[in-house]
């Protein structure tokens, strides 16, 4: 019996959304007052290389409509580089509403004094 409700358990954590197993930390707001999370509990690392779901929430909405983003990120710990491997924009305060863009593709190296430099500090630990 035990076994059996730890297998159903198992199965809904798995169909739940990443959302409702998250855990975003507010790390910063950029100069534009946009507020930048990151995800604690989804983060992965293999030697120097970490994967992080980061998120930006907009002070303002932008003449389209969106509300913020969230960008799942290579972080290479050794050179200080990233890469967008997905990045989604919402449009409502409950980040369910999404649309996917291809936003993936080149290295960036990591800016100086910047959020994104200020969470590979803290995951590059």
């Known amino acids: ?17 990443l959302d409702a197993r998250s855990e975003w930390v507010p790390h910063g707001i950029e100069k534009n007052g946009n507020e930048i999370f990151y995800e604690n509990k989804q983060i992965r ?5 970490v994967y992080i779901w ?8 932008m003449g389209n409509g969106i509300l913020g983003k969230q960008i799942y990120q290579q972080i290479d710990c050794e050179d200080y580089s990233y890469q967008n491997l997905d990045f989604y924009w919402y449009a409502n305060n409950n980040w369910i ?29």
């Open 54 to 61: 980061r998120r930006e929430e907009y002070r303002e909405r």
């Open 45 to 49: 690392r293999y030697g120097d290389i």
């Open 97 to 125: 509403k999404k649309f996917k863009t291809n936003d993936q593709g080149r290295e960036n190296h990591i800016g100086l004094d910047s959020i994104l430099e200020s969470i590979a500090n803290a995951v590059c630990q």
């Open 1 to 17: 019996m035990v076994s059996f409700i730890k297998n159903i358990t198992l199965i809904f954590a798995l169909l739940l959304p």
